[in-house]
């Protein structure tokens, strides 16, 4: 596109976006739109495009829309100014007034003019490629699955294309087009399944420790409960050969021999139900992660082994 673009405009250059001034708005689209004349006369396009748009959002006119498609063009931008001509032409269909003609047949002609000097970008899915829940990105524009296998008009520029499903690793590229005549294809991969990688617990480490130490645990804690009844009933036994016995000093060191045989059997069964304690509450922690409070809210099981005592201590706030 070149300057004599401007010069085609006629009205639309005179008149600005609107011919009524009467609100504020209107008055500062009118001061805008301005502006953004003089910046395009100083070649200072990406501010003038920048006046234009604001000017046009405060009242919205074919004028400054056209003089918007003109500033894009002379920034490079000729996708954008493309489309910019197309809403003119767009809006001013079925206008039978001389003005909305002259206006419809200016964006036309451009348009026309602007359409094989484009740049084309095909974001290729095949169909084996299109899983469910596919979302494709070109940067944080979502490009709609309608768009997807058809050449479509952009700005030149470097794009990132990004595209992620669930369950799938993400996977991104980078692509540079030309302001002009450049056609590129960018072909989406089948999207590798994502790893299940284990969530570590607060300590570090695997949130689901191995199950060995649950397992020795358990298996010491039946083996002291076995010794424990052994050394019982050995007890009992040695104590009723007390009893049966005539010599007063052998009386005495049995029963002596049996108290030992039952402490030692005691020790044992509170050594077994520490171990077993011990193994259900590493078994629950890693079953369901360790227990946090929260909000002075949760439980804790802690399990408890000593002399003449054992069991589990259940503490928690509620």
Known sequence: MNRHLVSTFLMAMIAGPGTALADPEAAQAETLFRQGRDLMAAKKYAEACASFEASEKLDAAPTTLLNLADCR???????????????????????????????????????????????????????????????????????????????????GGTYAIVAHAPGRVEWTSKITLKPEGDNQTIAIPDL???????????????????????????????????????????????????????????????????????????????????????????WLRSSSGEAQVVGRRGTTVQPIAAAYRAGFVIAGWF
Request: contains cysteine.
């Open 192 to 282: 590798e399944l994502a790893k299940v990688v284990p969530i570590s617990n607060p300590n570090g480490g695997s949130a689901r420790p191995s199950r060995t130490l649950q397992i020795a645990l358990g298996v010491t804690a039946v083996a002291l409960g076995g010794a424990a009844i052994g050394f019982h009933l050995w007890g009992n036994s040695t104590y009723d050969k007390s009893l049966a016995s005539t010599d007063a000093d052998d009386r005495t060191s049995l029963w002596h021999s049996a108290n030992t045989k039952r402490y030692v059997a005691e020790g044992m069964s509170v050594a077994a139900i520490g171990c077993a304690g011990g193994a259900a509450w590493l």
């Open 73 to 155: 063009g002379q920034n490079g931008q000729l996708a954008t100014a493309w489309g910019v001509f197309i809403e003119v032409g767009r809006k001013l269909r079925g206008q039978t007034d001389e003005r909305s003609t002259a206006l419809a047949t200016v964006a036309s002609s451009h348009a026309y003019k602007l359409e094989p000097r484009l740049s084309k970008l095909t974001i290729q899915v095949p169909a084996a490629h299109a899983i469910d829940g596919l979302e494709i990105r070109r940067n944080n524009d979502v490009v709609e699955p309608g768009a997807w296998n058809h050449a479509l008009p952009i700005d």
